[in-house]
């Protein structure tokens, strides 16, 4: 049978609790997050952090709290965020590179963010790609557009990346790609072969649909409030639990099973910490 592998983001770094009530913020907070998306079928954690102000910041002892906190709760894949949030140097972004998670997400280019934009050059791609090599951190592609994705091969080429690669198709950023079912098509047929790929689609119209897109594609799913928070239209979702309830039950229904996070430590050949 088919696994389908289900991420869930639980916070972001530009969702606040003006967005939904229901953010998790502190470690507990996140160690909680996490353990109930776990228990709902998600087997990667994708990890911001935030300060006591509950602003986003990419501080080692910050993101060393949120990672001891989860561990000692689930057995949860942590992949760290190196994108971090708008206007942040390089440098800060790889902080947590240092606690060796098992994977970290790879910008592959520079990107339109709203009004923002989040700047990655290919020499910022190949220190961040260095970094995750070196450290046994297996990185996720996100690739917010085409280019972004021939970006990548440049660094596959350089022998910056080994495989198995996995992506992160990333649609529906305001004033990026748009997510829908053809051009998430595009995007995947552009892959180098063999890639596993995983779609995060942002806004609650999308990321429904992505759910469906993932399954019709033979790829996987993102959920979570750093993406949506929304359940339905105009509906706030209660957790980041329901999110990926709905998608786990949307994949069983296409057919697959949920993977658990040893099934993708063993996909994606991770080294377990
Ligand atoms: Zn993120």
Redesign the pocket.
Known sequence: MRKMVLTC?IS??ETTREHNPNLPITASELADAATEARDAGASIL?L?VRDKAGNPTQDVEVFREAIEAIRAKTDIIIEV?T?GAVGMPLKERLQPLQLKPEMA?LDCGTTNFGNDYIVNTLPMMRQAAKEMKKQGIRPTLECFDISHIDASKILIKEGLIEPPFHYGLVLGVPAGVNYDADTLAFFVNRLPTDSYWTVIAIGGKASLYANYGAIALNGYIRQGF?DNVYYSKGVLATSNAQLIERSANIARDGGFEIATPDEVRKLFKLKKP
């Open positions: 983001a972001g770094a994708h911001h965020t994108g997400s750093e």
